[in-house]
């Protein structure tokens, strides 16, 4: 099976450094290092943690001029393109014709592209997306020469910055391109860990000297796929496939904040009925998080009862695990939309069991980037 598997540029580092290797979205992904997930969790929250994410799809889409380029990509999804000033980034969603999300991504306004970051597992459809719907005028190439590095956690500007001082006056979803470790990197003050932090895009050929140059600092350590999930978890963001899918609509999913006023109102993006309609009249489910009250974690699947004795779900989890730094398991899921006001008491049914849990507000940990 692991003859099928794609490796990033930086497999053989991960074994140097001790990896446990699994399959991940067709790839073969470090999940945790000796020192654990709850160390490798606690160290990100309290340093800087550097995580291989070259997994995950990067695109670039190029036309005669931004605003075209803009008025077309905005065809696919329900966020403001033509606004977004350049060196600035989004979160943003495609959408598909029933208002569910085909995938979650961020793209970059760079002045004579869009730079668009996508799911690994959603790479190649995503791709043929773009490519179908996109005007002939419109490029769209999919980057295979360059890897992604995510480096995440209170210390990471102090860390960077010894490689470039201008990281330091970068504020959230600014992208730059500097050099770094000898190499031209596309440097963005992002990340998916709740903490502060950038992703690196770097020619492949360069990957591992950047990573090297970054881990020779005391404070930054490799964390894997395991820590990235708890990391993510705690901080109330969205795995596509799991919180998020081709079903679930963005106001659902507690994305409405990411759609921006003028395309609320004028719409032009595939599903816009559906998600008018439940801007305005409200959804019928909802994304909430869900605290246990004892220390069994409540995990994917586990559904949702508004009693313990009741015989119908209410709403299922979608996520679910230990939160190291609440120390306390921590769950999100979907439930219906009068059960999910914050500290409703409910009930999780866990192997067969019906366990206490109660709605509570996301994230369970504050956001910590530099705005």
Known sequence: MAKDLVRTPLFELHLKHGAKMVPFAGFEMPVQYPQGVLKEHLHTRQKA????????????????GYTQLAEEFEKLLPMEVKSLKEGRQRYGFFTNDKGGIKDDIMFANRGDHIFVVVNAACIEQDFSHMRENLSQNIQVKLLK?????????????????????????????????????????????????????????????????????????EDVEFIGLGARDSLRLEAGLCLYGHDINEDTSPIEAGLTWAIQSRRRVEAGFPGATRIQEE???????RRVGILPEGRAPVREGCKIYASKTAEDAIGAVTSGGFGPTLNTPVSMGYV??????????????????????????????GPNFKR
Not at 352 to 359: A, D
């Open 336 to 365: 219906r939309t009068p059960f999910a006001a914050n500290d409703t008491a409910l009930f999780a049914e866990v192997r067969g069991k019906r366990l206490p849990v109660k709605v509570v507000k996301l994230p369970f940990t």
């Open 145 to 217: 020469n360059r890897a992604l590095l995510a480096l995440q956690g209170p210390r990471a500007e102090k860390v960077l910055a010894e490689h470039h001082p201008a990281v330091r006056d970068m504020a959230f979803m600014d992208v730059e391109t500097l050099p770094i470790a000898g190499a031209e990197c596309w440097v963005s003050r992002a990340g998916y860990t709740g903490e502060d932090g950038f992703e690196i895009s770097v020619p492949e050929a360069a990957a591992t000297s950047l990573a090297n140059s970054l881990l020779e600092h």
């Open 49 to 64: 943690g550097l995580f291989d994410v070259s997994h995950m799809g990067q695109v670039i889409l190029r036309a005669k």
């Open 279 to 285: 801007i305005t009249s409200g959804p019928v489910k």
